[in-house]
C-alpha cells in the first residue's frame, strides 16, 4: 500500500516507512536508490506526478525486498560461515548441517557433535553475520570445553576475535527484547526513530 502526505512524503512500502526526497532533474529515467530509510529518486520532468507515483512505488518495492534478502543470513549462508569458523580450530569440528530454529527461545545455538548439526536461534538470521559467526565459535569451542572457563574463553577469542563484542552485541538484544513491552512510548519511539548519528 502507498500513501503519500504531500507536504512529508512519507511512503509505507510494504509495512516500511520511507522518507522520499524527489528531485526533478534532466535524466532519461527514473533512477531510485535506498539509503537507510530515505528514498531518493530523480525523475526527468515530462513525467507526469501520477505516473510518478506509480512507478516510484514499484521501484521502492523492488527495493525493498531486495535489500531484505541482503540483511537477512540465509541457510547457505548461515553454512558457510560455520564451516569457515569451524575450520579456524587446529582440530576442527566437523559442520554437517545449520538449522534455524524457533524453539529455542533462551538460548543463542548449540552443537551437536555427534551429528554435525549446529542449531541456531533463527533470531540469529537477522543479525549481522559477525553475530552469527560468534555464535557459532562459541558452540564449536564446547566440543573441546564444556564448560566456560578460561581457556574456553581462549579458545572462542583465537577462533573469533569479535567474540566480546557480539556477546555485548546479543545482551542488548535481550534487554531490548526483555524491556520492550515495559518502555514509556515515547522512549520506545526514542529506539525506533533513532538513527545511528
Ligand atoms: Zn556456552
Known sequence: MLTMA?????????????????VRKRVKNINARLRGKT????APHRVSAE?????????ARRLVRRSRAEVVNSDGGAERIAR????????????AEVRFVTNQTARWGSYSSQTGVVRLNAALRH?????????????????????????????VRSV??????????LEGVSWLASSWDELPP????????????
Open 84 to 95: 569457515k569458523v569451524a575450520a579456524r580450530f587446529s582440530d576442527p569440528p566437523e559442520v
Open 51 to 59: 505516473e510518478l507515483d506509480e512507478m516510484i512505488l514499484q521501484l
Open 127 to 155: 543479525m549481522p553475520p559477525w553475530v552469527l559467526e560468534a555464535v557459532v565459535a562459541h558452540e564449536l569451542a564446547h566440543t573441546f570445553y564444556l564448560n566456560h572457563s578460561p581457556a574456553f574463553w581462549e579458545l
Open 160 to 169: 573469533c576475535p569479535k567474540t566480546d563484542r557480539a556477546r555485548a552485541f
Open 39 to 42: 528514498l531518493l529518486v530523480s
Open 6 to 22: 504531500d507536504q512529508a512524503r512519507m511512503l509505507d512500502v510494504d509495512g516500511v516507512a520511507l522518507e522520499l526526497r524527489l
Open 186 to 197: 515515547v522512549e520506545r519511539s526514542q529506539l525506533v526513530g533513532g538513527n545511528n548519528s
